[in-house]
T-cell receptor, first 112, second 109 residues
């Protein structure tokens, strides 16, 4: 157990639908990051939050949005889902600054 | 923006052989981090290098950060089946942390 909790572990949904992925960071970590991992595509950075505020944006589609709540947990919302959105979605947390990230176990999203 | 290239993409080795993966950045990095992802697992932080020319060792793993802070390498001596997985480098810069695409290490017994 890395200390970062992601739910659900698996999600199967139809095209056009909307889903919400949830992440609870490791205790004491203020930064939360979301990554998308597709087959052989490595880790694509989506978005970062720090203590409730958006800090950085990567290759996140307009159909995707995220937020970090006062208790520091974060949600990633994916809407108008397409087949190509099928991937592993990882959440990671860190204390902030140049420090290692702790990854959760991921949510495997399958869009059918 | 910042780009981090990692080679090779795949590496097949016999158990007991050495393995090296290389990471190159288009810009000077403030730090470099290395992660390991086992098949079906999540990335796990291995180490961070910050200083120019820095070398760090973890048992059979040796990590190096280049003098210009634009490249790095991970070397594993005498690979074991437990070393199987994908090794990612991640460069720290103005855009935050940028991950390479990883090197998949496949070990044949």
């Amino acid at each position: 157990d890395s200390g970062v909790t992601q739910t659900p572990k698996h999600l199967i949904t139809a095209t056009g639908q909307r889903v919400t992925l949830r992440c609870s960071p490791r205790s004491g970590d203020l930064s939360v990051y979301w990554y998308q991992q597709s087959l052989d595509q490595g880790l694509q950075f989506l978005i970062q939050y720090y203590n409730g505020e958006e800090r950085a944006k990567g290759n996140i589609l307009e159909r995707f949005s995220a937020q970090q709540f006062p208790d520091l947990h974060s949600e990633l919302n994916l809407s108008s889902l397409e087949l190509g959105d099928s991937a592993l979605y990882f959440c990671a947390s860190s204390v902030g600054g140049p420090s290692g990230y702790t990854f959760g176990s991921g949510t495997r999203l399958t869009v059918v | 923006g910042q780009q981090v290239m990692q080679i090779p993409q795949y590496q097949h080795v016999q158990e007991g052989e050495d393995f090296t993966t290389y990471c190159n950045s288009s810009t000077t990095l403030s730090n470099i981090q290395w992660y390991k992802q086992r098949p079906g697992g999540h990335p796990v932080f291995l180490i961070q290098l910050v200083k120019s020319g820095e070398v760090k060792k973890q048992k059979r793993l040796t990590f190096q950060f280049g003098e210009a802070k634009k490249n790095s390498s991970l070397h594993i001596t005498a690979t074991q089946t437990t070393d199987v997985g994908t090794y990612f480098c991640a460069g720290g810069g103005a855009d935050g942390l940028t991950f390479g695409k990883g090197t998949h290490l496949i070990i044949q017994p």
